[in-house]
Every structure is written in C-alpha cells, then in structure tokens.
C-alpha cells in the first residue's frame, strides 16, 4: 500500500482539489467518485447527493473544509491542503467502502491530521472512485486555529502503511530509507499513455541519464550522449557562469503551452544531481592510451570478480562504491547484448538501480578499473567471438549481485535487497539466454574419457571441497574441454586449473563449474609459458606438495663458540 502526500496552496486550493477528486479525471478515470469518511461523519458528498445539485453539495463541502482556513484570514497558512492517494497492490483483494473509511482514519490519525480522540482536529474527506485507491484531502488548519503537528508526516503514514498491510493482508512493501526514486504520480502515468509511451517521461529520463553517466568519460561527453539520445538539458547557471545544476526533458512532454517539461536531476534520482554526477565521472575518467592493453572483456570480468571481495572485507563507503559500479556495468551490459537477452538485462538494469542507494556515501577509488572496462566494451564493441566474453562477465556479475543483495540483508535495507534480489532473477534468465548455448557448444568438444578422468582427479586436489558439486555439474564437460584446450596451446591444466581456483573463492558461485569453465579460459587465452617456465614451475608444485605432507625438520641448536685459547 503506497501513501504519497502533495501540499496545495493559492487561492482556491481547496475547491481546486476537491473539483478533481468528484470530476471525471484527465482520462475518463474516476468512476462512481463518492465519499467513504469524513471528519464529522455527514460531510456533503458531491458524488452520491440525492436531494441537491451536485455543484451545490460540492460548494457546500468546500466551504465546511475551508471554514478555519477563512477565519485565520492573513494568518492562513501558505499551504493549506493536504492531499494524500492511497493505492493498494494490483494483487491485493479489493477492499469495501467500510475498509477504505478504516485505512483513512488510521492515515490522518498517523500523520497528525486528525489524532484519535481529537475533536478540534484538522478537516478532512476520504473520496473512493476506483477499486484500488482512496484519497484524503484535508486542510490545514485544526478547528480549534492551530496548525496540526505534522512535522514527519510522510515518515509516519509509511510506518502506518506497513501495518495496514498486515491487518489487512495486503502486498507487504518494503521499508525505505528515503534514498529511492522518486515515483511518477498518476498525472504522469495518464499523460504517459497519451503519448503513447509504455512507461511515464520520469522513468525514461532517468534510464537515459544513468546510461550517459555510466557511459561517459567526462562532462561534455555526458552531455554529449544525452543529445544522441534525444534528451533536452536545461543548464542552471551561478553568477559567475559556472553550471551548478542540470534540468533535463523529452521533446515531445510538453506542457499546455508546448513547452518541455523539465526535471531536476535530484528528482529523477538521488544520485542523479549535477555535483554527483561530476563525481562518478570522475571516478571514470579515461586511462592513457599507452596503459590502455589487454581484452576489456577480461579486464572486466577480473575487476567484477573483486565485488564480493571489497563487499564483506572492505569498509562500507568502498562497499558502497562497488554497488554504484556494478550498477552502471548494468546501465550498459543491455547496450552490447543480442536482441534475445536484451530485455532481461533491461529489467535487471532497472530493477538493481535501487540497490545502488542507500545512506552510506560512496567511495569509488576502487571502481575505477571495472568502469573503464566497460566503457571500453561498450566504445570498441571488442570482437568476442561466439559471445564467451558476455557470458564471462556476467557469470561474476551474478555471483556480485548476490554478494548485494547479502550485504543489503546484514545493514537492513529491505528495499535496495528486494532490489538485488529482483535483478538476479532476470540476470538469471539473461545468462541462461546467453550462456547455456555457448556452453553446450564447448561440450560437445569434450575430450577423452582418459582426460575427463584425469582432470577430475585435478579438480579433487585443487578444490575438494567443491569437487563432487563440479564433477556432477552439467557444465563439467565444458570444463573439461577448456582444459584440454589450454593444454593444446602449451600450458600446464593442473596449473591453469589451481590459478583459477585461486583468484576467488568459489563458495557463492551458483555453478562453480561453470565458474571455473570461464576463468579456465580467460586464463588458457594467455600465451602459454615457456619449457623453462614450465618446469620450474612444476618443480615448485612438487616442492610444496612435499613440504605439506612431510613434518618440519627439527631445528638444531646453534653451535657452541669455539675455546678460546689460552
């Protein structure tokens, strides 16, 4: 159940509110619009009169609303209506006239606006016309001339909301911590569907502006892409010239005058303001050419693969910064997908968004190699041939949005971990979309059964805690022919296979097999070590191995200073 309250204010803010609450609606909405409570219990209803005009019951209501307002004159408040929808889930059963009367009640009495047991409490109205929603229109002004106290109003009918949705067995929302989105009210939704939009103008500028964000390597790339993409910037400029904030619009919203509607940065997101915006750009700032080397899809794979690492052994600000990266690889993974798995990595973009929020600030020192990866992705479309390097990353990113959402579960951000948890089931679909093909065509290379048998002995030595999980995996032939693949080109697959063991532990992995299948070929990519480097190598293994199944030679004592002579 989601409460939002709007203040009011001008002349006419009531009968302005009240005249949309009994009109028709923008589209032909509100049907049957009636009143379920009221303060005193017999307010005039515009909606269900019987004796009187409608015009002259709604003339009536408003003025008994109005009546403290009027009687403090100039000492009115600058806002005087409180309005506030109630909305019930899509799933929820429908509540009765009487329920609905009952949730209000409960609603004004928590934001302060009309306590229990008060008598000389502030006006108010509940007006019901659709299934799934009320809303309360009250003024703001106690009978009694004083203001209601209503300091954290939003904050408390929230509070009261999660508990009407127990008693009542409602969806049960999430509670926030006041760093999420905000939502398009229904005047958005309405005129959404008028322009033929499948989502409202909020939702799209906010997509398009986190994509420039995680796209970008600096300012005027920003806003750059922004133009591509076909969003207006209003810049707000201080007096010495310098930009201090950034409005942005679609073309095509317009007001009633054909002008674009414009959206603060701040409101489309939290992060999404012009001084935080700077921020994460500057965390993504180009490398030199010169430094620029290697395959970006491995690049990003390794950096992704230290999520969970800085996640749960880091401090919380680099935690925090990690989450933000890993939203904007997000932001971009959709872009360089094939049109099957697109949709599905859309969603999670948009599902995760909310999981890179929360009250801890973040440092994002350490995300600077995983973003430039993916923006060098994302620029050079590098060649990843039958699509391994998509699959690749995404396997660690899985495992990295899991880590997530364990890390929002222990700091108790209910909302961020219902986030992550959400993205994961669509990453899921996405990667099965992606990968199960990619891996099935690599099995079915599989080598020898002599092969199989010997790398299966490998795999008890390097990792036996995991070893029956892998040998049992359908990806374990996969696993098997990269190994015989990295020995083909020289390399050492008992070796090959302990240093992919050895980059990170396994014990969030969802498929360790397919885990190791990747890492085993990003590294058997690599050019193969030389016949010297092999064998010294090899003698290195055999030397540790024999140093940890044999007991440490007992230290002698240090021999006795020669005699002196006499």
């Not at 322009?195 to 906010?206: N, P």
């Not at 002008?259 to 180009?286: H, Q």
């Not at 222990?410 to 909302?415: E, F, I, M, N, R």
Request: charged fraction near 25%; include cysteine; glycine fraction near 6%.
């Amino acid at each position: 159940m989601i409460p939002k309250i709007i203040l009011g204010s001008g002349p006419n803010a009531t009968r302005r509110t009240i005249g949309y609450l009994f009109g028709k609606g923008r589209a032909n909405e509100h049907i049957d619009p009636h009143l379920v409570a009221s303060w005193n219990g017999f307010a005039p209803d515009p909606g269900r009169s019987r004796h009187r005009d409608p015009r002259d019951a709604m003339t009536q209501l408003v003025t008994q609303l109005d009546q403290p307002v009027v009687m403090l004159g100039d000492r009115a408040p600058k806002d005087t209506v409180w309005h506030c929808p109630v909305r019930a889930a899509p799933e929820d059963p429908v509540p009765t006239d009487a329920q609905w009367a009952d949730i209000a009640h409960r609603i004004v009495a928590a934001a302060g606006i009309a306590p229990d047991g008060d008598n000389e409490a502030c006006r108010w109205v509940a007006v019901r016309h659709a299934d799934d929603h009320i809303h309360i229109a009250a003024t703001l002004v106690r009978q009694d001339g004083r203001r209601p106290k209503r300091g954290y109003d939003q904050r408390a009918v929230q509070k009261e909301a999660r508990k009407i949705e127990i008693d009542y067995g409602l969806r049960r929302l999430k509670p926030g911590d006041g760093t999420g989105a905000k939502r398009p009210t229904s005047k958005e939704h309405f005129k959404a569907k008028r322009l033929g939009q499948d989502v409202a103008t909020r939702d799209v500028l906010r997509l398009r502006v986190r994509r420039a964000v995680a796209a970008a390597s600096d300012e005027a790339e920003f806003f750059a892409l922004l133009e591509v993409t076909g969003v207006t910037v209003r810049l707000k400029l201080g007096p010495s010239g310098d930009a201090l904030g950034c409005n942005f619009a679609l073309p095509e919203d317009t007001n009633g005058v054909g002008e674009p509607v414009f959206y603060a940065g701040s409101t489309l997101a939290p992060d999404l303001s012009l001084p935080k915006i700077r921020k994460s750009l500057t965390a993504s700032s180009p490398e030199p050419a010169a430094a620029r080397q290697g395959n970006p899809w491995h690049q990003a794979t390794a950096a992704a693969e230290r999520i969970p690492h800085h996640l749960f052994k880091g401090d919380e600000m680099a935690a925090q910064g990690q989450l933000v990266a890993l939203g904007a690889t997000l932001d971009l993974l959709p872009i360089t997908a094939a049109d099957a798995a697109r949709a599905e990595l859309q969603q999670a973009s948009v599902a995760f968004e909310r999981a890179t929020r929360s009250r801890i600030a973040a440092d994002l020192d350490n995300t600077r190699v995983l973003r430039r990866s993916v923006q060098a992705i994302w620029r050079e479309r590098p060649a990843d041939g039958d699509g391994a390097g998509l699959a690749m990353l995404l396997d660690t990113v899985l495992t990295a949005v899991a880590f997530a959402m364990h890390w929002h579960r222990t700091h108790q951000h209910a909302q961020q971990e219902a986030a992550a948890e959400q993205a994961l089931v669509h990453l899921q679909a996405a990667y099965g979309q992606i990968a199960d093909p990619i891996l099935a065509g690599i099995a079915q290379r599989a080598p020898s059964l002599q092969m199989k048998q010997r790398f299966a002995r490998h795999v008890q030595q390097a990792v036996p805690d995991h070893a029956e999980r892998i040998l049992n995996d359908p990806a374990w032939e996969a696993l098997t022919t990269v190994l015989a693949d990295a020995e083909a080109i020289g390399h050492n697959a008992a070796t090959v296979l302990e240093q992919a063991v050895g980059q990170r532990p396994l014990d969030g992995a969802h498929s360790p097999a397919r885990t190791l299948t990747w890492r085993v070929r990003r590294l058997g990519q690599r050019h193969a070590p030389s016949p010297r480097a092999q064998a010294a190598t090899a003698r290195s293994t055999v030397q540790r191995a024999a140093a940890s199944i044999q007991p440490a030679a007992p230290t002698s004592p240090p021999p006795a200073p020669p005699a002196r002579r006499r």
